[in-house]
């Protein structure tokens, strides 16, 4: 059994303490969880009385992977992805991208890389939506993020005809680039 520490007279310490049981338990966690994994693959399967009736399903431990839907895309923008209302910067590179219409809205996702700063790619969104109408809420950035912003936006809301639009931004630097994360659901 570990001992704790003796308490100490500087308050550094006092705030060390905690940081240190954290990572700890972090390393415990990470070591039980890979000792899982590596003896999950060391199991035998149960030896068969007639392998001559087996099965022709994938042997144990395939996993077939599901394949892209026509509403969306990797690489390029997905079959109706509301281009003209949520586009990407001119030097961006789309990674991924999907769309799918439904009703008066369109539900889309957008992956993309982007060279230059998290502030110039915020001031690009900010200009792009709040020149379409779209009001804009910057919360303070997650941890790991350099900024993230809600646009939302309301037609004819005392109608019936009513629409509700929200867009989600999420900006991650990354050595002089940028990945940037759009979703939402938007008029096209």
């Known amino acids: 059994m570990i001992s704790p520490a003796p308490p100490s007279r500087g308050a550094t310490s006092d705030v060390r303490a905690p940081r240190r049981a954290a990572r700890a338990r972090t390393g415990a966690l990470t070591v039980a ?9 060391c199991s035998q399967d149960a030896p068969t009385e007639d392998r001559a009736g087996a099965s022709t399903s994938p042997a144990p431990g395939v996993v077939d992977l599901p394949t892209f839907g026509p509403t969306s895309s990797v690489g390029g923008l997905a079959p109706d992805f509301p281009g003209e209302t949520v586009p990407a910067p001119p030097d961006a590179t789309v990674l991924a991208s999907a769309a799918t219409p439904g009703g008066t809205t369109t539900a889309f996702s957008l992956s993309l890389s982007v060279p230059g700063a ?3 790619v915020l001031a690009f969104y900010d200009d792009t939506f709040d020149g379409a109408g779209f009001d804009t ?12 912003r809600l646009y939302t936006r309301t037609t004819n809301p005392s109608s019936a005809d009513r629409t509700d639009e929200a867009v989600t931004l ?5 050595d002089g680039s940028c990945l940037v994360s759009l979703s939402g659901d938007v008029v096209p």
């Open 33 to 41: 969880a890979l000792v899982a994994l590596a003896l999950g693959g």
């Open 118 to 120: 998290a502030a110039d």
């Open 137 to 148: 809420a910057s919360p303070e950035p997650a941890q790991g993020t350099a900024g993230q």
């Open 170 to 174: 999420v900006v991650i630097e990354t």
